[in-house]
């Protein structure tokens, strides 16, 4: 049996996009069932990469066959969703579901900075922008497309962030890899604080050598007038 009609039979049964490690684990699943065959059993250590080569190809058999559905990769996720042209008699048949208000101008332009130069503090952002984004970081968090993803190695060790899967799948993307190329905003340069010379901020921020050496050329500093004066 192919893996790929396998995979067909999957992504059709399924309520949801199936990513390939989530195909990994029903495989697993399926081979430790007591009736479980040989073909099934041998599936339990595919790899995700054969996963992935499979799914591409049944994807490019869909899109040849020119039906009215395709298989797409979305945040590293797969699915079939029906082609743009049947959504008319969808709608009809499924109603419209209320869908969030659309981005501002200034969230889309922070979003697409967010996005390409991940991952950024709040300060880095608005160096970029030029203004506040306090109310825009806020939108973009409420509507989960951005999230803080760790803390910057900076004096004050503000909050960095990203984009999240939401945002993939909101734009429609595979990965970030796909987005549309930028190069001048990747290009921009940003201005970043001094990092701290401890991780732990309660700690003295100048080590123990950096500190006898600038005693020592203290010292120096002050004994040179004095050996002037002696001359």
Known sequence: ??????????????????SPAEVCEIFTRAAEQDDADATVKSLKKVKETELTTALEQLAQDHEA?????RLVCVAGSWQFVTQPEFAPWLKALV?????????????????AIISYRQPMTRAE????????????MQTLLERGLVESVGRAEVVGRPTLYGTTTLFLEYFGL??????????????LIIEKPAAPL???????????EQLKQDEATAASSESAPAEEATK
Do not use: H, N, W
């Not at 109603?95 to 979003?111: F, I, M, N, Y």
């Open 95 to 111: 109603g419209v579901k209320a869908r969030p208000s659309r981005l501002s101008q200034p969230a889309l332009e922070t979003l």
């Open 125 to 136: 952002i608005e160096q970029i922008r030029g203004v506040s984004v306090d109310g825009t």
């Open 174 to 187: 595979r990965g970030l890899a796909d987005l549309p190329a930028a190069d001048e905003l990747r290009r």
């Open 65 to 69: 066959a020119a039906r009215s559905y």
């Open 198 to 208: 401890t991780a732990d901020p309660g700690l003295a921020t100048t080590p123990p």
């Open 1 to 18: 049996m192919e893996l790929k009609f396998i995979l067909e039979s999957l992504l059709f049964s399924a309520q949801k996009p199936l």
